[in-house]
């Protein structure tokens, strides 16, 4: 079942702009976890933020938590073509039991 | 949307028995499902590629004869863990992808090994 929602559901750029996706998601969380996949394949991982942690880093990715409205973005900068690809934002809640959201089809054209 | 069902959502057993977890696309068919294991405050890590008709393509590390995997239908894949032993613990999600290449998870199995 998915808890998340990501908005846009689908996001088209040029190659050099920076993307933004967004999730929403309903009840406490443990953590927030942000995932890519790449056409037909399966999940790769991206990036964790904790509860308590309100934004991180990874190369030209950035993710920023806020816990009070229950949202997180995730930025990526100076993108790519080889960027395009969904990405899902998934939410651990209670024990290790995780959520995902609908996810965010992000197409970067050359 | 599309919806995955999987189940049980959690079981206990004892080491040495054997668990299936099933995995069902109700009201799509799904020729790619993937499975995944998370241990506690890590992230998913992917196990297997199941296809529909064909054995599954195991990632490296994954042992095949431990984690058998079956996708006899388009709308059916099962992950069987077999002689399982406390390390094997662990969240296991399945996820399918639609003939549009969007992806539904199921809601996810926790499996605790005595």
């Known amino acids: 079942s998915q808890q998340g929602e990501e908005d846009p559901q689908a996001l088209s750029i040029q190659e050099g702009e920076n993307a933004t996706m967004n999730c929403s998601y309903k009840t406490s969380i443990n953590n927030l976890q942000w995932y890519r996949q790449n056409s037909g394949r399966g999940l790769v991982h991206l990036i964790l933020i904790r509860s308590n942690e309100r934004e991180k880093h990874s190369g030209r990715l950035r993710v920023t938590l806020d816990t009070s409205k229950k949202s997180s973005s995730l930025l990526i900068t100076a993108s790519r073509a080889a960027d395009t690809a969904s990405y899902f934002c998934?939410?651990?809640?209670?024990?290790?039991?995780?959520?995902f959201g609908a996810g965010t089809r992000l197409t970067v054209k050359p | 949307g599309a919806v995955v069902s999987q189940h049980p959502s959690r079981v206990i057993c004892k080491s040495g028995t054997s668990v299936k977890i099933e995995c069902r696309s109700l009201d799509f068919q799904a020729t790619t499902m993937f499975w995944y294991r998370q241990f506690p405050k890590q992230s998913l890590m992917l196990m297997a590629t199941s296809n529909e008709g064909s054995k599954a393509t195991y990632e490296q590390g994954v042992e095949k004869d431990k984690f058998l995997i079956n996708h006899a239908s388009l709308t059916l894949s099962t992950l069987t863990v077999t002689s399982a032993h406390p390390e094997d613990s662990s969240f296991y999600i399945c996820s399918a992808l639609v003939i549009n290449e969007k992806l539904f998870f199921g809601s996810g199995t926790q499996l605790s090994v005595l």
């Open positions: 998934a939410t651990e809640i209670r024990g290790n039991d995780m959520r």
